[in-house]
Each structure stands twice: as C-alpha cells, then as structure tokens.
C-alpha cells in the first residue's frame, strides 16, 4: 500500500521552493540519497516553471497540485494544472554537445535560454507520462524507482 501526500500551491515563481522542499521531504523519508533527492527537487522545478510559464502563461493563473506516494518499490511524483495542454512528444531531445562539432561561444548563440528542463526529467526519471483532459486538466506522472539494499 503507497503511503501517499498532496500539496496544493497557487502557480507562482516563490512557491517552487516550498514544493521542492515538500518532494524532498517525501523522497528522505522513501530513503533516497542527496543526490537522488536533489535530481527529484530539479525535476519538480522544471515541471513546475514549465506549468507556470508554458501552461498558465503567467504568475497567479491558476493552482499547482503536487502529490507524492511511496510504495514498495518506486516514489511516485504527480503534478496536475487546468491550463494550456501540450504534448512533449513535441519536444525534440537537445542537439548533441561536444567542443568538437561546435565551438562554445557559438553555441551559446544558438541556444535559447530555456528549454531543457524536459530533457532533464526524462534523463533522471525512471518513468514519466504526461496526460491531458477537459474534466481532470493536465497530469505528469514522474517515477523514480526504490533501489533495494542487496546486503
């Protein structure tokens, strides 16, 4: 049985920290080391400026609804928003990076500030779905799995 939390935030900038801080709380007492926790609050905060700027457009547009469970074998972070749908399969992965095929200060030209937050979650996640209805609004599901001590 998944022990389960939810928080509810209004979509604005200063409460990501407080929903960082409710994920970490979770993710400690699932028994995740600091540096999976820290992966896990990167996560929640690229999910939830994508929700403010993405979905709601704008700071105070509407609600963020975090929930976190802890079951035998994965810690389940769920966010759910009424605005704007999107799909990220839109999203393309970023281009490849190496000194080699471009030089840095051109690099840093082409790239727009933003934009990889996405490709964060899905490369520190375990598993991640996004759904999006008229009734239940927009929902992203992120799982990181419970490594079992083998000792």
Known sequence: MAHE???????RYNEIKRI???????????????????HLELCCDEASTNIIEHAYGQE???NIVISYAIAEDEFTIVLRDNGQAFDPAN?????AISRESIPLDEL????RIGGLGLHFI????????????N???NRLVMVKKLQKDES
């Open 5 to 11: 939390q939810v928080l509810i935030v209004p979509g």
């Open 122 to 133: 899905r490369n520190l996640m375990d598993e991640v779905t996004y759904s999006s209805d």
């Open 60 to 62: 105070g547009a509407g």
């Open 20 to 38: 960082c801080e409710f994920v970490a709380a979770g993710a400690a007492e699932a028994g995740f080391d600091d540096d999976t926790i820290f």
């Open 108 to 111: 840093a030209n082409q790239m």
């Open 135 to 137: 009734r239940q609004g």
């Open 91 to 95: 999203v393309p992965p970023p281009p």
